[in-house]
């Protein structure tokens, strides 16, 4: 089957730096995105991991070890704009079709 | 450039009732799809298209769902007839089609709101 992991909820303070993980198992792989989505709004695409290794994108770094289903984002200097919800997708076959996970609700504390 | 457009942005309506939720995709991109939001089941794929050409359907709940793409740049969801447990947010995305491990991200339409009362 397909699973994709992700913690429900994280809180952090301003400035700081998150971790958010994400384990998957699917049935293929061919990449992994990251999406955020602040409440009541669209999700907007962060980062894309298909290789091994970190991928730095500003503030923002996205992490994949495919041997180990797991990818984490990782989010510095955290500003209270970051307050939002933070979505794990698998690209699992030829077509770009994504499995989402449920994502992670990040909120962010003065 | 103009984003995946959906129309209308929030309905509401008496069960029973027929719903079509419409989107118009970034030109030039050539996979469309759907999608719905709801607190319990987070974002599920209910259909999509490569080419205006169904590719998956196995996420459309039941019959009362169906969806066309008569071109490149148009795409209805259909619900008919409408029931309360239909209430979600409904999300049209589309993306081009890359070539092998290529970034082609999705892009999200901002979404119906619908209410089936």
């Known amino acids: 089957g397909q699973n994709i992991d992700q913690p429900t909820e994280m809180t952090a303070t301003e400035g700081a730096i998150v971790q958010i993980n994400c384990t998957y198992q699917t049935s293929g792989f061919n990449g992994l995105f990251w999406y955020q989505q602040h409440a009541g709004e669209a999700p907007t695409f962060l980062s894309y991991?298909?290789?091994?290794g970190l991928e730095e994108k500003g503030r923002f770094s996205s992490f994949l070890s495919r041997s180990k289903g797991y990818s984490y984002l990782l989010l510095k200097e955290l500003q209270m704009k970051d307050s939002a919800s933070y979505l794990c997708a698998v690209r699992s076959g030829g077509y770009n079709k994504l499995i989402f996970g449920a994502g992670t609700r990040l909120a962010v504390h003065p | 450039d103009a984003g995946v457009i959906q129309s209308p942005r929030h309905e509401v309506t008496e069960m029973g009732q027929e719903v079509t939720l419409r989107c118009k995709p970034i030109?030039?991109?050539?996979?469309l799809f759907w999608y719905r939001q709801t607190m319990m089941r987070g974002l599920e794929l209910l259909i999509y298209f490569n080419n205006n050409v169904p590719i998956d359907d196995s996420g459309m709940p039941e019959d009362r769902f169906s969806a066309k793409m008569p071109n490149a740049s148009f795409s209805t969801l259909k619900i008919q007839p409408s029931e309360p447990r239909d209430s979600a947010v409904y999300f049209c995305?589309?993306?081009?089609?890359?070539?092998?491990?290529?970034?082609?991200?999705?892009?999200f339409g901002d979404g119906t709101r619908l209410s089936i009362l």
């Open positions: 995305a589309s993306s081009s089609q890359g070539a092998g491990y290529s970034n082609q991200p999705q892009h």
């Open positions: 991991n298909v290789l091994d």
């Open positions: 030109s030039g991109h050539d996979y």
